[in-house]
């Protein structure tokens, strides 16, 4: 399924963007503003350990930080001291330290340049051989030494004077970054991550994006709906059975629950449909590392391959490239997926308790309430529980504040509950239309 179109939110606190193919949600990307992604910052850093059992090493990135750094075939590890330019593919997170590679990714609207790509590379669902050829033709010339062009899907529709244009600038910060590079002697930050906006236009390619300043076309388009549902463990699937998922730092368990499916209803049926909306759930939830699935037990070896390959369809349009890494010997079906940003749990939930929305998140979503109120709403206050009332008062949750007092025209009033037992965290108006 490709991105036709987004949905991108500068809101209180947050930046969201919601990706649709059609009506059909595919992601939902969230980051707090106080904190933004750092993945993709490309740093000058020190090689302070060879771990050959581990099949690389760590490497000093500045400000009192180690991150692990693989070796691989094209790049082997560097000798401890020696300065290595890196790229943060990890940042910490969750108790496990940030990793870095020594792959270096430039990315533009469907266009990547990448010292681990050879020439020009065009993704398969890019038009015939005469339009890839083209491609190729057009990029080939503007490629710095030891590097290479993928044309990704998102480049599909981009006219060739565009990718041109972009090229060209990739190729020159390219040049830039090697420049800052070179005779560099302590870790230092050579480009910073690419912001929320250029991310999301680099993945998004042709689609159409929409902005969305209170949160109402979030709300109409269901992604809202999805994103609340995506927080969920369980998930229904259409002939009533369920999946259950949980997230912990390890990995990812889904169940596959027979409970509520017709009589009818077979073991493969069941696992059948499930495979595709384990597929499309991973995605939405932006899962990563270990995925372990407990599907329904199946007696026979031909029924197994008809799930494997039915997952297998599934995870196809996928960006991320899940690895099927089959079935255990204890029947469970495991499956690989790189980590192309925080998940939505670990973005918006306390790790415990499970599924409980962080205190920043909920604040935010009140504050979003109010920018959606309609014409004739007044006096907006807040009740909330100690913990949001805290984060208000933090800079970033005062920045948050500002924003929808500016933009709504009111003074909102926060009233602190004492009792959170009998009373639930909610806007409240002194006149509704």
């Not at 899962?287 to 297998?312: E, Y």
Request: aromatic share 4%; with cysteine.
């Amino acid at each position: 399924m490709s991105v036709q179109r987004v949905i991108f939110e500068d809101g209180p606190g947050e930046r969201r963007a919601a990706f649709f193919d059609a009506d059909k949600l595919l992601e939902i990307w969230v980051e707090p503003v106080a904190h933004p992604d750092r993945m993709g910052e490309i740093i000058a850093a020190r090689v302070c350990a060879q771990r050959r059992e581990l099949g690389g090493g760590f490497v000093d990135i500045g400000a009192g930080s180690e991150a692990f750094l693989q070796a691989t075939g094209r790049h082997p590890l560097p000798p401890e001291g020696a300065m290595v330019m890196v790229q943060l593919r990890r940042p910490a997170a969750a108790g496990k330290g940030p990793r870095v590679s020594q792959t270096i990714e430039l990315l533009s609207a469907g266009l990547c340049l990448s010292n681990a790509a050879a020439d020009v590379a065009v993704a398969r669902s890019i038009g015939g051989p005469a339009r890839r050829r083209q491609l190729r033709d057009l990029l080939a010339p503007l490629r710095p030494a030891n590097t290479g062009w993928v044309v990704t899907a998102a480049g599909a529709d981009i006219a060739p004077d565009t990718l041109s244009q972009s090229a060209r600038k990739l190729a020159a910060d390219w040049h830039d970054l090697e420049g800052k590079f070179v005779g560099t002697d302590r870790p230092t930050q050579l480009r910073a991550a690419p912001d929320f906006a250029t991310r999301l236009a680099a993945y998004a390619g042709s689609a159409t994006i929409d902005l969305d300043h209170d949160g109402r076309l979030f709300e109409q388009s269901g992604a809202e709906a999805g994103l609340a549902a995506a927080l969920d463990r369980h998930v229904r699937l259409p002939g009533g059975a369920t999946l259950v998922i949980d997230q912990a730092e390890a990995l990812t368990a889904i169940d596959v629950n027979a409970a509520g499916a017709g009589i009818k209803a077979t073991a493969l049926d069941i696992n059948l449909q499930a495979a595709a909306v384990i597929a499309a759930e991973i995605r939405l939830r932006a899962i990563a590392g270990m995925i372990v699935i407990d599907f329904l037990r199946l007696k026979d070896a031909a029924s197994r391959q008809r799930v494997k390959n039915a997952l297998a369809a599934a995870l196809a349009a996928d960006p991320a490239g899940c690895e099927l890494l089959g079935w255990s010997r204890g029947g469970l079906f495991e499956v690989s997926r790189p980590r192309l940003r925080p998940s939505l749990q670990d973005q918006l939930c306390q790790s415990l308790p499970m599924h409980r929305p962080r205190a920043d998140a909920a604040a935010h979503a009140l504050l979003r309430e109010i920018l959606r109120a309609p014409a004739g709403h007044s006096g907006a206050g807040l009740i909330c529980p100690p913990d949001i009332a805290d984060y208000l008062a933090t800079p970033p949750g005062q920045a948050a504040l500002a924003m929808v007092q500016a933009r709504s025209g009111e003074k909102i009033l926060i009233d602190v509950i004492q009792n959170e037992g009998k009373q639930r965290a909610q806007v409240t108006w002194r006149r509704r239309a």
